[in-house]
């Protein structure tokens, strides 16, 4: 998990909070296209290690990092947030450590009910506050996409509206959802492991867009990384970037 903050403070200040991403390449964060294409790559800057945001004294340092770069996929369209997917290329890599690692990403999407987690700094709907300081983790299963689509015609969305392909859904349990701010934080979900000898998580999506926060029967919609994944990998190519250190 890494937050994406506005540069010029070491300190962290909600007001510079801009979303989340997550680690592809020790050099490389993803996150949501629709956070950061209004800024230049000097205006923002990732930190990883992060946990506790008023506290600055943890066991485990967190990392900040410039961004020299920013990589929007093509076909990226704001107002309805399909394709929203994009690369931030570091000045300088993160150091792998404990709380700092890269993470995998999904393939082929885990079938709907499967039980997923997302997290981020944004509004907490428990705690009723805009912001939440300690990172949130939420469980969530994943809706079928038809199923998402036609519970969402039932919000102010309206009965025209569709879900892009590049678009998945998570959640509808009624208090449990990413709220605002949480934008392009990853929503992870197991690996099929054939031996269940451990768990371990892939980025099968990342924080698009709800319609409120956490009502019943309203997933949350996320994009689907299995449907940007090559996308991502000729891009590592482009940047003269290792490609592989997100398989599992």
């Not at 709380?99 to 700094?121: D, F, K, N, Q």
């Not at 509808?172 to 701010?181: F, H, K, N, R, S």
């Amino acid at each position: 998990m890494v937050a994406i903050l506005k540069t010029g403070k070491t300190d962290w200040d909600n007001e510079d909070y801009i979303g989340g991403g997550s680690i592809i390449s020790p050099s490389v964060v993803i996150t949501a296209a629709h956070k950061i294409d209004d800024y230049n790559p000097g205006q923002i800057k990732c930190r990883a290690g992060e946990w506790d945001t008023q506290v600055t004294k943890e066991v485990l340092p967190h990392q900040d990092r410039l961004v020299k770069k920013i990589v929007l996929h093509p076909e990226f369209l704001k107002l309805h947030a399909h394709n929203d997917v994009a690369l931030l290329i570091l000045s300088e890599p993160f150091t792998l450590a404990p709380h700092v690692g890269v993470a995998c990403l999904g393939r082929i999407m885990p079938p709907a009910g499967t039980e997923c987690y997302s997290m981020g700094w944004g509004a907490d709907i428990k705690k009723n506050t805009s912001y939440s300081g300690i990172l949130k983790k939420i469980l969530l299963k994943l809706v079928r996409d038809k199923q998402c689509e036609i519970n969402l015609k039932n919000t102010k969305l309206g009965s025209t509206y569709t879900l892009h392909n590049s678009l998945t859904c998570a959640g509808g349990e009624e208090g449990v959802d990413t709220c605002v701010g949480d934008g392009g934080s990853p929503l992870v979900c197991p690996l099929p492991d054939p031996s269940r000898k451990s768990t371990r998580y892939a980025v099968y999506g990342m924080v698009a867009y709800g319609v409120g926060c956490g009502e019943k029967d309203v997933p949350g919609v996320y994009v689907d990384i299995p449907q940007v994944y090559q996308w991502v990998k000729d891009q590592m190519v482009a940047e003269g970037l290792p490609n592989t250190q997100f398989d599992y």
